[in-house]
């Protein structure tokens, strides 16, 4: 199994031996605006990393762009500020996993900060659910 680093200040993913710790990103995370994005928080389980989209491959969270119902819309909104708060919290670790990519072209990615999933961190708040291949109806 390989896993990838980020190599900053690139936004290069380069393969790493699977006994080597994936070397630490760090980074200033917003919300994503309606402008060109790079660096920004899309929602709880999607965001831009130099340019990259990357999807959190471990969980699958509320939806904030056209939610189900309102208590969906309460969820994700929450969901994408505990996950920017959790992004911004120091270094973390970008981990590949089965598949590099989702069909959306997004690059899938395990989040991890001293071996700890951050997607089982917003599993345990109630913000997420681990992803088990399809998504959950929030309503």
Same mark, same amino acid.
Request: glycine residues 10%.
């Given at each position: 199994?390989? =896993?990838?680093?980020?190599?900053?200040?690139?936004?290069?993913?380069?393969?790493?031996? /699977?006994?080597?710790?994936?070397?630490? &990103?760090?980074?200033?995370?917003?919300?994503?605006?309606?402008?060109?994005?790079?660096?920004? +928080? +899309?929602?709880?389980?999607?965001?831009?990393?130099?340019?990259?989209?990357?999807?959190?491959?471990?969980?699958?969270?509320?939806?904030?762009?056209?939610?189900?119902?309102? &208590?969906?819309?309460?969820?994700?909104?929450?969901?994408?500020?505990?996950?920017?708060?959790?992004?911004? /919290?120091?270094?973390?670790?970008?981990?590949?996993?089965?598949?590099?990519?989702?069909?959306?072209?997004?690059?899938? =990615?395990? &989040?991890?900060?001293?071996?700890?999933?951050?997607?089982? +961190?917003? +599993?345990?708040?109630?913000?997420?659910?681990?992803?088990?291949? =399809?998504?959950?109806?929030?309503?």
């Amino acid at each position: 199994m390989l =896993r990838f680093a980020m190599l900053l200040p690139f936004a290069l993913l380069i393969p790493t031996p /699977a006994t080597g710790a994936a070397e630490e &990103v760090n980074a200033t995370f917003l919300a994503c605006g309606a402008g060109k994005r790079i660096t920004c +928080v +899309v929602d709880g389980d999607t965001f831009w990393l130099r340019g990259d989209k990357i999807r959190i491959a471990d969980i699958n969270t509320p939806e904030t762009h056209r939610p189900g119902c309102a &208590v969906e819309a309460a969820l994700g909104a929450q969901a994408k500020r505990r996950l920017t708060q959790l992004l911004n /919290a120091g270094p973390f670790a970008l981990e590949s996993g089965k598949r590099d990519t989702d069909r959306y072209g997004r690059l899938l =990615r395990t &989040v991890t900060r001293s071996g700890k999933s951050l997607g089982e +961190v917003l +599993v345990t708040e109630g913000l997420a659910e681990r992803w088990n291949g =399809r998504r959950r109806n929030w309503c």
